[in-house]
């Protein structure tokens, strides 16, 4: 089941640049989109979201950008701190599923010092 | 501020075994879920839960799956007769979902379950 996908595993980024996590999706009915941070032996912790009937949201130094034509969002982080490394999830659900989330498979980002 | 809680932290248990991992959801929440994650996999919906039945279950979600809200505050997830391939991290959730539509699911630590 590949319908939410993060293609890069893995992501360095130098403190204070902008980080920038990717996800495609394949499911027209997804709408409703989150990003997650996770560390290890923990739980996910809820970032950011945008519904479908949004291109753009912004928290702090967070922005998430969705792309309904290319079935793409990403992740802004600017700018990045050493805190922020983590793995990062993209999840989707559609109102017509219970919603139910489904998760791509992370991305690794490690924020250099 | 109100998070989501799981017990215990880790389970350690013979295959054949049955299990029950508990959840305490934020307390003003109505949809609860049990999502797992298996080492170097993806989280994976289980089980979403609502006005005590479940709304909703993946193709994991067989027999040996249960759920129950046995009283006001704890969501429970028993696996009747553990098999070595359910060992993974078994995560609660919870949201609000207010009128019927999607919204932000608030996720517990984790149970990290293994199967011997």
């Known amino acids: 089941d590949q319908q939410v996908k993060q293609n890069s595993p893995s992501l360095s980024v130098q403190e204070g640049r902008i980080s920038i996590l990717n996800c495609d999706y394949t499911?027209?009915?997804?709408?409703?989109f989150l990003w997650y941070k996770k560390y290890p032996a923990e739980g996910p912790t809820f970032l950011i979201s945008i519904s479908s009937i949004k291109d753009k949201n912004e928290d702090g130094r967070f922005t998430v950008f969705l792309n309904k034509s290319a079935k793409h969002l990403s992740l802004h982080i600017v700018p990045s701190q050493p805190g922020d490394s983590a793995v990062y999830f993209c999840?989707?659900?559609?109102?017509?599923?219970?919603?139910?989330?489904?998760f791509g498979g992370g991305t690794r980002l490690m924020v250099k010092p | 501020e109100p998070e989501v809680t799981q017990t215990p932290s880790h389970q350690v248990t013979q295959m054949g075994q049955e299990v029950i991992l508990r959840c305490v959801p934020i307390s003003n929440h109505l949809y609860f879920y049990w999502y797992r994650q298996i080492l170097g996999q993806k989280v994976e919906f289980l089980v979403s839960?609502?006005?005590?039945?479940?709304?909703?279950k993946s193709e994991i979600f067989d027999d040996q799956f249960s759920v129950e809200r046995p009283d006001g505050s704890n969501f429970t997830l028993k696996i009747r007769s553990t098999k070595l391939e359910d060992s993974a991290m078994y995560f609660c959730a919870s949201s609000r979902r207010t009128s019927g539509r999607t919204d932000t699911q608030y996720f517990g630590p984790g149970t990290r379950l293994t199967v011997l």
């Open positions: 839960f609502y006005n005590n039945e479940i709304s909703e």
């Open positions: 499911n027209s009915m997804f709408d409703y």
């Open positions: 999840a989707a659900s559609a109102n017509n599923a219970g919603n139910m989330l489904t």
